[in-house]
């Protein structure tokens, strides 16, 4: 395995609980750079009621990069309010650039101010600290990267105090987002509320406690209707006019005016809406299918240098999660953030609609990630920049 072809190479867990197991990741490579993005005043947007924007640019930060390397395969994650990505040190001019332009982008289109940084792992290893990543395959067509170490937290930290930060260019062409949409409605909770969770690793917590915490955590979503998966099997509704119809245009509009995007989308939209009304394939398309591979394809659950989960929960499992956090808290040995709502919502990339390889993100709809760790911030007096 070269540096170039370690993420290609790693092996896919296909079992989610295996990831609770530190042994399933690997570090990534000397030279490789940890990119990060976060969206200032994330909080503020929560309370204004902006947070299908946020979730959109968190997701428009994978999208360009997706699109930036042409299908090339890379670790990142989404993180509600921000996206984390690493890269060898062959892309990095391009993260750089695709940053910079998404800096410039977001400010331009949303109102939205993105923090973004790039360093290298090696800065990371000089604090004592590791990113190790795994590969789960949610299906033989998409996978997800899953981070571990504590790396990513410091990077993320050293970002919003300004360091190895990436500058607006306001010159660069919008970002390509193709494939970006956010056209669901959000999802309500069927078994009463959205529950979402934040839970990282206290200082001085060794893995392999956090590993068996969180392997106790698991077991108790296992307890709820498919593993608490927030998307109901017959997928997300499509309500007509999409509510993210105006986010979306203004993310794929690129010189054309937006007014005559919005036109394109919604009658796209409609006629999409037809066909998942009907539920009959047209052409190469199986909107019965399609469903079917988004909801397989959503990361309502993940590592992120420590675990998250968006659950679709019972007051019941709801109070013994909130227990078992609360004694683990207890013991040192981990630091948790929970906010809870009504609904989740959906942000997704799909290159093609009739290919098997579209991926959807998963938050809470009423704040989900970014509530969490701010709750988390709260609670455990972390400082939080909001600014």
């Known amino acids: 395995m070269t540096p170039d072809s370690f993420y290609a190479s790693l092996p896919r867990v296909r079992e989610f609980s295996n990831l609770s197991d530190p042994s399933v ?28 924007t946020v979730n959109m640019v968190g997701a428009a930060v994978i999208a360009a990069m997706r699109n930036a390397l042409g299908g090339e395969a890379f670790p990142y994650v989404f993180g ?29 289109e949303y109102g939205i101010s993105l923090r973004a940084a790039v360093l290298p792992v090696s800065a990371i290893r000089a604090e004592g600290l590791e990113v190790q990543v795994a590969r789960y395959a949610v299906s033989d067509h998409a996978d997800f990267a899953m981070f571990n170490g504590g790396g990513l937290a410091w990077a993320e930290a050293q970002m919003k105090a300004g360091a190895f930060a990436v500058a607006p260019d306001p010159q660069a062409d919008p970002p390509d987002l193709a494939g970006l949409s956010c056209r669901w409605s959000n999802t309500p909770a069927r078994h009463g509320i959205i529950l979402s969770v934040v839970a990282q690793p206290a200082p001085g917590a060794s893995p392999q406690d956090f590993a068996r915490f969180a392997a106790e955590v698991l077991d108790l979503a296992a307890e709820l209707e498919d593993n608490g998966h927030p998307v109901p099997e017959t997928g997300p509704k499509l309500q007509f006019p999409p509510a993210g119809l105006t986010l979306e245009a203004k993310a794929s509009h690129g010189r054309m005016p937006v007014l005559l995007r919005q036109l394109h989308l919604f009658i796209h939209s409609a006629l999409a809406g037809l066909i998942f009304l009907t539920r009959r394939p047209v052409g190469g398309f199986d909107p019965v ?16 240098d420590g675990l998250k989960m968006t659950l679709d929960c019972t007051p019941e ?7 078992h956090l609360q004694q ?14 009504d609904a989740a919502m959906v942000t997704c990339i799909v290159p093609s609609p009739v290919e098997e390889d579209h991926i959807h993100f998963v938050d809470g709809a009423a704040g989900g990630y970014t509530q969490a760790a701010a709750n988390l911030a709260a609670a455990f007096g972390i400082r939080k920049e909001t600014a």
């Open 80 to 108: 509600g309010d921000g996206a984390s990505f690493a890269v060898p040190p062959r892309h990095q001019a391009t993260a750089q650039r695709v940053l910079g332009a998404l800096r410039s982008w977001t400010e331009d």
């Open 317 to 323: 499992i709801r109070n013994r999660i909130r227990q």
């Open 289 to 304: 299918h399609y469903l079917s591979m988004l909801r397989a394809h959503s990361d309502f659950r993940k590592f992120d």
């Open 328 to 341: 683990a808290a207890g013991a040192g040995l981990v630091h948790f953030g929970l906010h809870e709502q």
């Open 25 to 52: 990741f690997a570090p990534l490579p000397g030279g490789w750079l940890l990119c990060c993005t976060d969206i200032v005043n994330s909080t503020g947007l929560v309370k204004a009621g902006r947070y299908k």
